[in-house]
């Protein structure tokens, strides 16, 4: 790594997260980034199950299986001397809270549209979240080696689906099969690829001009379209604008088609060139600056089984702050305890590397047991607390028993390390009773029991339960809060930080305990720092 100061290495950081409505192609163009930053020679198959290479992003056997991505994985890369932190992060909405926390951790997103279908549900929503924390976003229209819709009209429905204006800084030359390559805006050159290649090429064709006899001969109709429609938006599209893009408010918009690797080195250049370096970030007590000296970080994201061979459980903290070496000793604010970890890594997917130093913007893995909780935040001894981690009230639940009793220990240590994920949520019933799961999405049990069954060897029953909304419950009296309580032994459970929790079959017997009880606040978002009302993220 480069010397310099820690304002010199934060400026060399670009931490981004990719975001995209399911099959958009945001895995394979993961693979592709990583093929083309050259930190993998070659990339892997994200659709065929049974081919031999998987997508580095995709390390859990789930996700092999169903070729799907169920979580949120992290690679870090050089490129053009710059360290380029990239989230990869689930499609699925049911694994959208995974996603949501993730994009706390980042500084700038990368969405994927899917050329043929547009704007999406799930996009619509992921944007929200990145419009609600002001992330600058970088749009890809992918899969313009199909028959897809015409960029004028991708583009307008851009604008008009994502309320900000999107700026082309490529424009594609043909679809489908006459797909020929992207004219890059900037440089007023093609740049001209070979179809389906695995590998990176090191030398690429480049056209240069729109008056290119050889272009207009080889690409024909084609061509002289583009040509038409990049004449017109010369005159219809305003200047990018980089304030704008990093207040959320533009967005430039690449054209090309992952599988096949066209467009991706412009969208590669894009991320160094156009998103920010690492950026402050507040805290309850003050603002912290990506350059201080003093090492600041937080808890986004913890995996466990990462290597089932070990039972493994790794924090993903993003340093906000300061330079990190290993076996620094770090202070976890909420506890009061001191850590010094020696066995800190940096991530491609599940292929790790120790860490002897970071900085601000980067992403490590800190080895535990249980030591560090979602949302933790690690200093060098200052009692500071970042906030914006979201926890959302589950919308479904089920019971989960063991089919065999003598499995009772380890489908209860499975259950704790999972929620301590957050991949779902686990409830321990105030009286009795078999713990109980809630999720998002229906996808969340399938994999949680999947899971349970390859990394715990415990099969597990999921049973219907008769509770179909959650809220957790605070008061500014504890007496009144332990009185509803107990009033309530039924319908209250503990959740994985022991916040209670109340349970209810159906919205009339909220409306009414809401309605007898105005001392006790009932919350549909909990933050590891406290709890606070209904977000608009998910209304």
């Not at 090191?202 to 040509?227: C, H, I, Q």
């Not at 590669?268 to 060139?273: R, S």
């Not at 007590?285 to 808890?299: D, H, I, K, M």
């Not at 305890?337 to 997917?349: A, E, G, H, R, Y």
Request: overall charge negative; some cysteine; glycine content about 8%.
């Amino acid at each position: 790594m480069a010397d310099g100061s820690i304002a010199e290495q934060v400026k060399r950081r670009r931490t981004f997260a990719i975001i995209s409505h399911p099959d958009a192609g945001k895995t394979t163009l993961t693979e592709k980034l990583l093929l083309f930053s050259g930190a993998i020679q070659i990339a892997g198959s994200v659709k065929a199950r049974k081919a031999s290479r998987h997508a580095t992003s995709d390390w859990m056997e789930i996700e092999k299986q169903r070729g799907i991505s169920v979580a949120s994985s992290v690679m870090q890369m050089e490129y053009r001397d710059f360290v380029i932190n990239l989230l990869d992060t689930p499609g699925h909405q049911d694994f959208s809270e995974d996603t949501y926390r993730v994009l706390t951790a980042v500084d700038a997103a990368l969405m994927v549209i899917d050329a043929a279908n547009g704007i999406e549900a799930q996009t619509l929503r992921l944007i929200e979240v990145c419009r609600a924390r002001g992330t600058p976003i970088i749009t890809f229209v992918n899969k313009l080696d199909r028959e897809v819709r015409e960029p004028l009209d991708l583009l307008d429905e851009i604008e008009r689906a994502l309320g900000m204006t999107g700026v082309p800084f490529t424009w594609p030359v043909g679809m489908g099969k006459s797909f020929g390559g992207v004219f890059d805006l900037r440089t007023q050159g093609m740049r001209v690829f070979k179809p389906g290649s695995d590998r990176a090429n090191s030398s690429f064709e480049v056209l240069a001009g729109l008056d290119n006899p050889t272009s207009n001969e080889r690409f024909g109709t084609a061509f002289a379209k583009a040509r038409d429609e990049i004449t017109l938006l010369r005159d219809a599209s305003p200047e990018f604008s980089r304030d704008e893009f990093l207040n959320a408010q533009q967005t430039p918009v690449f054209f090309g088609s992952a599988i096949n690797n066209f467009g991706v080195q412009e969208v590669l250049d894009a991320v160094v060139d156009l998103a920010p370096a690492p950026l402050g970030r507040p805290a309850i007590q003050r603002f912290v600056e990506a350059s201080e000296e003093r090492l600041t970080g937080v808890v986004f994201k913890i995996q466990a089984n990462m290597d089932p061979a070990h039972r493994d459980r790794i924090a993903f903290v993003r340093l906000c702050s300061g330079r990190f070496t290993r076996g620094m000793p770090l202070r976890v604010v909420r506890s009061g305890k001191t850590i010094k970890p020696n066995t800190v890594v940096t991530f491609l997917s599940q292929r790790r590397e120790l860490a002897d130093e970071a900085y601000a913007g980067d992403i490590i893995g800190i080895p535990n047991h249980g030591t560090l909780q979602l949302g933790d935040t690690l200093t060098e001894g200052e009692s500071l607390q970042f906030t914006g981690l979201p926890f959302f009230a589950p919308e479904i639940f089920q019971a989960v028993e063991v089919a065999d009793p003598l499995r009772s220990k380890q489908l209860r240590q499975g259950l704790e390390q999972l929620g301590q994920e957050g991949a779902i949520q686990v409830f321990r019933p105030h009286v009795g009773g078999a713990l109980l799961l809630g999720a998002v999405g229906q996808l969340q049990f399938e994999v949680v029991a999947h899971r349970l069954e390859h990394e715990y060897n415990v099969a597990a029953r999921m049973l219907p339960t008769r509770h179909t909304l959650a809220r957790w419950i605070t008061s500014a009296d504890e007496r009144e809060l332990k009185r509803f309580i107990d009033f309530y032994p039924q319908r209250i459970a503990f959740d994985a930080v022991d916040a209670p929790t109340y349970l209810a079959a159906h919205s009339a017997e909220l409306r009414v305990a809401e309605s007898e009880w105005p001392g006790i606040r009932f919350h549909a978002l909990r933050e590891h720092a406290g709890l606070v009302f209904q977000s608009s993220l998910r209304a």
